[in-house]
C-alpha cells in the first residue's frame, strides 16, 4: 500500500465548477499535510497547508480528518489557470515529505 | 534574485557514464533534497542534507551520491549503479533543520535526464 493515496484522474470540468479532491494516507504519527500544484514539466510549488481545523484560501479549501486519514483539496469557480496536477503531501515524524503521486485536473473553456 | 537554481534543464547520457547535477541556492537555507520523479508517480526522496557536510540516504539512495561541502551547493552524481536514472530530477532547500522547525520546501526547476 502506498503511504500517500490519490485518485490519478483526470478530473476534466467545465470552468466555474466545483471540484474536490481526496487524499488517503497511512501513517497515523503523520505531523503535517500539504497541497501543491505541479504544472507539465515543472517544479512542485506549494499551494496550501492543511489544518486540523480546515482552511480557506480565496477559491481553495482544505480539509483534514485526522481519524480517517484522508486530506481534502475543494476548488470553488474553476479558472482554466487551474489545470494542473496537485500533489498531496503528508511530512512524517521524521521530517520528511511523503508525496502522492498527484491528481490532474483539466479545467475546459 | 533568490531562488534554487539546477543546471542542465536536459540532460543525456551513454550508458555507463557518471553524471552530475547540479544545485545551487542563494536562499541560506539550511537544508537541501534531492528527488527524482518519474511519469505519473509522485517524487520519490534520494538524499538529504540538513547542514554542511553531512547528508542522509533517502528511500533510493542506491546508485546516486551526494556532497554538502558549502552551504548553497547540494551536487548529485548518478553512478552507473543506477539501473533506472532516465527520470526528472528536482533538488529543494527549506529554512529550518532543526526538529520542531518546519518551513516550507522550495523547489529547483529540475533537470530532466535521459539514458541512451
Known amino acids: 500500500r502506498k503511504e500517500v493515496e490519490q485518485d490519478p484522474g483526470p478530473f476534466n470540468v467545465p470552468e466555474g465548477a466545483t471540484v474536490a479532491f481526496n487524499c488517503t494516507y497511512s501513517?497515523?504519527?503523520?505531523?503535517?499535510f500539504f497541497w501543491y500544484r505541479q504544472d507539465c514539466r515543472k517544479e512542485p510549488k506549494l499551494l496550501m497547508s492543511?489544518?486540523?481545523s480546515g482552511n480557506e484560501d480565496g477559491r481553495f479549501t482544505a480539509q483534514l480528518n485526522r481519524a480517517s486519514q484522508y486530506i481534502s483539496l475543494l476548488i470553488r469557480d474553476s479558472k482554466l489557470s487551474d489545470s494542473a496536477t496537485y500533489l498531496c503531501?503528508?511530512?512524517?515524524?521524521?521530517?520528511?515529505?511523503?508525496f502522492g503521486s498527484g491528481t490532474r485536473l483539466l479545467v475546459r473553456p | 534574485d533568490g531562488g534554487i537554481t539546477q543546471s542542465p534543464k536536459y540532460l543525456f547520457r551513454k550508458e555507463g557514464q557518471n553524471v552530475t547535477l547540479s544545485c545551487e541556492q542563494n536562499?541560506?537555507?539550511?537544508?537541501m533534497y534531492w528527488y527524482r520523479q518519474d511519469p505519473g508517480q509522485g517524487l520519490r526522496l534520494i538524499y538529504y542534507?540538513?547542514?554542511?557536510?553531512?547528508?542522509q540516504k533517502g528511500d533510493i539512495a542506491e546508485g546516486y551520491s551526494v556532497s554538502r561541502e558549502k552551504k548553497e551547493s547540494f551536487p548529485l552524481t548518478v553512478t552507473s549503479a543506477q539501473k533506472n536514472p532516465t527520470a526528472f530530477y528536482l533538488c529543494?532547500?527549506?529554512?529550518?533543520?532543526?526538529?520542531?522547525?518546519?518551513?516550507?520546501?522550495?523547489f529547483g526547476p529540475g533537470t530532466r535526464l535521459t539514458v541512451l
Open positions: 501513517n497515523s504519527a503523520s505531523q503535517s
Open positions: 503531501v503528508v511530512r512524517d515524524s521524521s521530517y520528511k515529505l511523503i
Open positions: 536562499l541560506n537555507h539550511d537544508a
Open positions: 492543511v489544518y486540523s
Open positions: 529543494a532547500s527549506r529554512l529550518g533543520s532543526r526538529e520542531g522547525s518546519y518551513n516550507e520546501q522550495f
Open positions: 542534507s540538513q547542514i554542511v557536510n553531512d547528508f
